[in-house]
């Protein structure tokens, strides 16, 4: 059965225009003015509406074990929740510690995936050690279509890497054709900042952010920068979050790395104040690289805005209150992770478009055509075009509501945005040409997303 969208304007990175479009066979097929369909087609009327690519958040933690606890979602419940806020398309961080076996961790992560995520999904897989295995077992994962590293410059002991190791892992994704995301913060200051904090009796969650300040990102993001130079490989810095850290990467790039750089919507919208408040309310903001003094939030909107930041993500990573309450003695056991799969949308339409802070092109290019460019999903996702994935959001500026967690579709009994007022949500959302939400409802078909298997680039 064919789908007909009506009377919208369909609005693309680089276009926006009054048409109908036609989907068939899970891809689109005509776009126009007046289209016709079969008796038999699903006709979306999307008057007065906004038709977008389906959005693609790039970095997300689904199935993720980490400080002793483990992601509050399943590969059910994330999808529906990211399907309801309008993103067709995650890619997920398959993270095994160094004691793992990387080729079983990568199986349990697809296992995990596969029959339960009701939109298309894609991973990056984490490299947490480099050893006289890692380049075969590299080599057969990039084979099997997951043609992106992730790599930990924090994290010492458990999923982190030395210079060494950097070094070697870079040189195979360059090799490999491969681009590698780095989570960019020195390690060895952490730790030692942590420790000098504790034995002073410092101890709640307000001293995360001291243990961890911006020079130790903009540091750790020079080092990836220099590394990824040395070796030729292509990078993504993962979420900035402040303004030494961005200016570290954008020079990089301004000297010819192959660099991207990725924000996140905490960065953008929340600050160290949510992570000062007392007791559990602070703890539910434990993040890092960490919530940043609120100076820095105007340099990333100002970076987004003029393309210097290349996507959006959330860094989902939900989980409950109980879970936050194992660092209630000491800042360094809180679980670090924020939920915004479900809202990352909205907030950056209602805050960014609406605000006046981002372009309406620019909003589609870092929510879904540049993660789709970067990590090898164009043209099958990220635009509205003949023959690209009938991944489509039927979009109505006109909607007003509030982010809460009572309202939430995300496996977590907080919200980390909860009052946040936003002007528009998705109407439908479909996935390969079927209607899978309306009107901020799931209604379509669970376990229908499938693994996206890309090619490597060859940077």
């Known amino acids: 059965m064919g789908l007909l969208i009506r009377h919208g304007t369909i609005v693309t990175a680089d276009a926006r225009y009054r048409a109908d479009l036609y989907a068939e066979g899970e891809t689109v097929t005509r776009i126009g003015a007046g289209l016709d369909a079969p008796p038999d087609a699903e006709v979306v009327d999307a008057t007065g509406k906004l038709i977008f690519p389906g959005f693609i958040d790039p970095h997300v ?30 890619i997920e961080m398959c993270c095994p510690t160094r004691n793992d076996d990387a080729p079983a961790a990568y ?12 939109c298309d999904y894609a991973f990056h897989m984490s490299v947490t050690r480099h050893d006289a295995a890692t380049d075969a077992q590299l080599g057969e ?8 590293f992730k790599i930990y410059l924090a994290y010492q002991g458990s999923s982190g890497v030395d210079d060494g190791e ?45 243990s961890r300040p911006e020079v130790v990102e903009a540091e750790g993001t020079n080092r990836f920068a220099t590394f990824l130079e040395a070796t030729g490989a292509a990078g993504c810095v993962a979420h900035v979050s402040c303004e030494s850290a961005l200016e570290r ?15 996140v919507v905490p960065h953008l919208l929340l600050d160290r104040a949510y992570a000062e408040r007392p007791g559990v309310d602070g703890m539910k903001y434990i993040m890092s690289p960490p919530l940043r003094d609120r100076r820095n939030q105007k340099p990333l909107w100002d970076a987004l805005a003029q393309g210097l930041i290349d996507t959006v993500a959330t860094d989902h990573c939900p989980l409950d209150t109980a879970q936050k309450l194992r660092g209630a003695d000491a800042f360094p056991l809180i679980p670090n992770g924020l939920a915004g799969i479900e809202d990352r949308v909205n907030l ?3 805050y960014g478009v609406e605000r006046g802070r ?25 635009t509205i075009a003949v023959g690209s994935d009938a991944d489509l959001v039927v979009y109505d500026p006109q909607w007003r509501g509030v982010v809460s967690a009572r309202s939430q579709l995300c496996n ?3 919200n980390p945005f909860e009052g946040f007022p936003v002007a528009g949500r998705p109407s439908v959302v479909t996935v390969r040409g079927r209607v899978q939400v309306r009107d901020g409802r799931f209604v379509g078909q669970p376990g229908r997303g499938r693994m996206l298997r890309r090619e490597p680039a060859y940077f």
């Open 358 to 382: 981002l372009d309406l092109h620019r909003f589609v290019d870092a929510a879904s055509t540049r993660p789709a460019r970067l990590f090898g999903l164009f043209p099958r996702k990220g």
């Open 107 to 118: 199986q349990l992560w697809k296992t995990k995936a596969a029959g339960n995520s009701a």
């Open 412 to 414: 977590s009994d907080y």
């Open 348 to 350: 950056l339409w209602t």
């Open 249 to 263: 990467a954008v020079a990089a790039r301004s000297r010819g790395v192959r660099l991207w750089i990725e924000a």
């Open 61 to 90: 933690h689904v199935h993720l074990p980490f400080m002793g606890t483990c992601a509050k979602d399943t590969h059910a419940t994330a999808s529906v929740a990211a399907l309801v806020g309008g993103t067709t398309t995650y």
């Open 141 to 148: 994962i990039v084979a099997d279509g997951t043609a992106s």
């Open 166 to 210: 950097l070094y070697r892992i870079l040189r195979l994704a360059k090799r490999l054709g491969a681009i590698t995301v780095g989570h960019c913060e020195n390690a060895v200051i952490v730790e030692h900042r942590q420790q000098e904090l504790l034995a002073l009796g410092r101890t709640g969650p307000e001293w995360h952010e001291p």
